[in-house]
């Protein structure tokens, strides 16, 4: 609202231009403190302590919010700060089974640009956006965690389908917000999840004027991404890459493919989460015959598939009478190819043959290959 948006500054005690630009010494606060940061609670009345931390941390040296968060709601950027922002995103590289070529494409394109801007102008400067398409759970939020890992950025993820169903008709505000606060702690990555649901080709006729409102702010605000010396990269991921236009396409330059695992991959997938619960004990011919068995598997399929095999000796022990309450760690034995050769009854693969005949159709039509 716009009593609440005009009157920030002033609410927070924070020093002010006057009209003409001249300086307005900051309001006293009630408990005589003057000056934003020595603001005592209470002089920002009307915003919650929570809303007014958020914002503390995004004024610059002179006490004011920047110009593209001015007009925002302080309400927003709570919520971007809170909900959408993610400090420590705790994916690396190595986290991620197999997508080399992925992984070669990306630290060129996107890690070393966002950790050197000044090289990485001129002839040598990045594209604006990344898209990353391909089935689901082959890594794409994965990857888009990891560049901001590996880049030292601030990630910031949020999934379009959420903009257009949870946030109607707020939308194009929150990504305006969301654009402003990314570029207040730059070096950034925002990655936007379903960027289909926003960017979509169809509709036009039948659109929602809030829809149509919304994908056209966020055209504008890719747009500014990735200009001058920002340290601002988007990354889209989608697994309905057909449904982009052509205005979608141009923006998100450089366009990923993001396979199934290969067999290795998901050896990899296998051995690392067992390791991780000290319960490795599989020799390679199980591991062979593992891989043997879940062609056309997805990671995140391995990934149900493993926690599937892994209640194997615990269902064992529950069957032959043990009382859960009384059973001790030490006496699980440790997961078996018996355990897999089970799951594989439950788990089947999420992503059908023809479905991986339409990515690679795309892929060979639009996708970036060097
Ligand atoms: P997407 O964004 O492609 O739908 P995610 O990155 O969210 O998929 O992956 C979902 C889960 O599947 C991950 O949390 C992880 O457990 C598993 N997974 C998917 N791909 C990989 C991979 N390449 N390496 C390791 N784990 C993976």
Redesign the pocket.
């Known amino acids: 609202n716009n009593r609440q948006r005009s009157n920030v500054p002033k609410m927070l005690g924070m020093s002010r231009r006057g009209v003409r630009g001249n300086f307005v010494p900051p309001v006293r606060s009630n408990g005589g403190g003057a000056g934003y940061a020595t603001t005592p609670r209470g002089a920002a009345e009307g915003l919650e302590e929570s809303t007014r931390r958020c914002l503390e941390l995004l004024v610059g040296p002179d006490g004011e919010l920047p110009d593209k968060l001015k007009n925002v709601e302080p309400k927003l950027i709570e919520h971007i700060s809170n909900e959408i922002m993610d400090q420590d995103p705790n994916v690396r590289w190595d ?5 080399e070529h992925a992984k070669k494409c990306v630290t060129e394109m996107v890690i070393w640009p966002l950790l050197r801007p000044d090289i990485f102008q001129g002839c040598r400067s990045p594209g604006k956006g990344l898209l ?1 398409f ?11 965690k990891a560049i901001a890992g590996e880049a030292k950025a601030t990630f910031f993820s949020i999934s379009a389908s959420s903009l257009t169903s949870k946030w109607i008709g707020e939308g194009e505000k929150l990504v305006r917000a969301l654009f402003g606060v990314a570029s207040c702690r730059q070096p950034a990555v925002i990655f936007i ?1 379903e960027i289909d649901s926003l960017l979509s080709q169809r509709k036009s006729d039948g659109e929602h004027e809030s829809s149509r409102r919304l994908k056209t702010q966020f055209l504008i605000e890719m747009e500014g991404c990735g200009s001058g010396i920002d340290q601002l990269l988007l990354i889209g ?1 989608t ?1 309905r890459p057909q449904e982009l236009d052509e205005a979608a396409r141009r923006r998100l330059s450089k366009r990923l493919y ?1 396979p199934l ?1 290969s067999a290795d ?1 998901r050896a ?2 296998v051995r ?1 989460l067992l390791k991780k619960d000290g319960l490795f004990t599989l020799s390679e011919e199980d591991i062979s015959k593992i891989c043997a068995g879940t062609e056309g598997y ?3 399929d ?2 149900n598939l493993v926690k599937e095999a892994s209640m194997g000796p615990l269902r064992e022990l529950l069957l032959q009478g043990t009382d859960i309450n009384k059973l001790r760690k030490e006496e699980m034995r440790p997961v078996m190819l018996k355990d897999f050769q089970d799951a594989l009854l439950h788990v089947k693969p999420s992503v059908s043959q023809s479905e991986l005949g339409n990515y690679e159709d795309w892929n060979r039509q639009f996708g970036s290959h060097s």
């Open positions: 986290d991620i089974a197999g997508l990353l391909g089935p689901p759970g082959t890594g794409k939020t994965m990857i888009g999840d991921a697994n993001i695992p991959a990899w997938i690392n997805s990671g995140s391995m990934s």
